[in-house]
């Protein structure tokens, strides 16, 4: 069965320095791993997915995560925040053989002046 | 723009009542994706339609029923509404394959309110 754990409901950061947002997951086969970010009032919106290529995959506005076999996580960075950044993220998991969708509990993320 | 619509944006209607939410999913689009968010349960899966027919359940209570029409628009009906529905309800869409690991992409969302 999957399952995926978001280790902080809240993170806070200062403009202008690294974010970390962690992601383990749980997964009997190759999962394929999503990280969604959802701006207040607004639709969920893909930032970036590992599909089994690259370990290390750039997203848009900046972000990049890497896969972990090893640690099983699948963490969110990016290396400078701006106030835009200011949102709650979502960790996602799914396998093609078990072929479900499971989210994460979400993460917000501040973003301090 | 996700190019997923969802009508109403709000709804506002009192317990035991019923209420249908619709989607019209991205063009060539022929999965649609129903979820409920609410403060204390998260971001919950409710029903997968994959051209017009269901494909996968989530966490989807038997009053709430979906169906995906031809031209592939989706609704969402909720019935005998408690105040626990209140919630945020997402319709996501994906494209040509039906698995859920396919990259989904969402509507703004119909905020519901059960007084």
């Known amino acids: 069965a999957q399952s995926v754990t978001q280790l902080d409901s809240h993170v806070s950061v200062s403009e202008g320095t690294p974010v970390l947002l962690r992601c383990n997951y749980s997964?009997?086969?190759?999962?394929?791993l999503f990280w969604y970010v959802q701006h207040p009032n607004k639709g969920l919106q893909l930032l970036l997915k590992?599909?089994?290529?690259?370990?290390l995959v750039k997203g848009i506005n900046g972000f990049e995560a890497e896969f972990k076999k090893s640690e099983t996580s699948f963490h969110l960075t990016k290396p400078s925040a701006h106030m835009s950044d200011a949102a709650e993220y979502f960790c996602v998991v799914s396998d093609s053989r078990d072929d479900k969708i499971i989210f994460g509990k979400g993460t917000r993320l501040h973003i301090l002046p | 723009d996700s190019g997923v619509t969802q009508t109403p944006k709000h709804l506002i209607t009192a317990t035991g009542q019923r209420v249908t939410l619709r989607c019209s999913p991205r063009s060539g689009d022929l999965s649609v994706y129903w979820y409920q968010q609410s403060l204390d349960q998260g971001l919950q899966f409710l029903i997968q339609y994959y051209n017009g027919e269901e494909r996968a359940k989530g966490n989807i209570l038997e009053r709430f029923s979906a169906q995906q029409f031809p031209d592939l628009h989706s609704e969402l009906n909720l019935s005998s509404l408690e105040l626990g529905d209140s919630a945020l309800y997402f319709c996501?869409?994906?494209?040509?394959?039906?698995?859920?690991?396919?990259?989904?992409?969402f509507g703004p969302g119909t905020r519901l309110l059960v007084l």
């Open positions: 996501a869409s994906s494209g040509q394959g039906m698995a859920q690991i396919e990259t989904q992409y």
């Open positions: 997964s009997s086969y190759s999962p394929s």
């Open positions: 590992y599909t089994s290529a690259a370990t």
